[in-house]
């Protein structure tokens, strides 16, 4: 089944401590994106890459890195985190012109 | 910064009406897209409109695009109570044809059965 598969689903964490979120897809897609939903604001995207080792700054790139080392991988890497990164957080992959797929999202709470 | 901006912010029909939802962008674009997602679920691709395209079908769903006014709408025909969800436009928001996509906060739909 084509998917992206987004791990932990939920997450508690506390101030400092740093994580990573995973995401996986299998379709062979060119494009991956990382985007946080807030109440409100609507999706503001994180990083995006448009292909192995190329990757650039979303909209709220702050606090937040990334890396694709593989194709089909697209870590989140938080190193530091903080209160206000308590969101919901979506990754998305597609071919070039194509629609996006999405996960199913990654609830983190920081305390 | 959002690319797509999308009216109303909310909306609420009966079944059986239609439904339009409307998507305004700031800069020039290849492809807009819409998305459905469900109570704090994955976004749902629903159409993709091409910047040489004016309109476009799928099922229920109606989708035209206005290049010159750079705006964008949404027709769900006859509604039905399971199409109760958040709406979103996206737009390639840098005019490069990278996909790289950006949303507007979305529209949010009810259907009263």
């Known amino acids: 089944e084509a998917q992206v598969t987004q791990n932990p689903r939920y997450l508690i964490t506390v101030t400092g401590k740093k994580l990573t979120v995973t995401c996986s897809q299998n379709m062979n897609h060119e494009y991956m994106s990382w985007y946080r939903q807030d109440p409100g604001l609507g999706l503001r995207q994180i990083y995006y890459s448009m292909n192995v080792e190329v990757t650039d700054k979303g909209d709220v790139p702050e606090g937040y890195k990334v890396s694709r080392k593989e194709k089909r991988n697209f870590p989140l890497i938080l190193e530091s985190p903080s209160p206000n990164q308590t969101s919901l957080y979506f990754c998305?992959?597609?071919?070039?012109?194509?629609?996006?797929?999405f996960g199913s999202g990654t609830r983190l709470t920081v305390v | 910064s959002q690319q797509g901006e999308e009216d109303p912010q909310a909306l609420s029909i009966q079944e059986g009406e239609n439904a339009t939802m409307n998507c305004s962008y700031k800069t020039s674009i290849n492809n807009l897209q819409w998305y459905r997602q469900n109570s704090g679920r994955g976004l749902v691709h629903l159409i993709l409109i091409r910047s040489n395209e004016r309109e476009k079908h799928s099922g229920r769903l109606r989708v035209t695009l206005d290049t010159s006014k750079k705006s964008s709408s949404l027709l769900i025909t006859a509604s039905r109570a399971a199409d109760t969800a958040s709406y979103f436009c996206a737009t390639d928001g840098r005019g490069w044809n990278n996909n790289d996509m950006r949303f507007g906060a979305g529209t949010r739909l009810t259907v009263k059965p």
């Open positions: 998305a992959s597609s071919h070039k012109g194509g629609g996006y797929t």
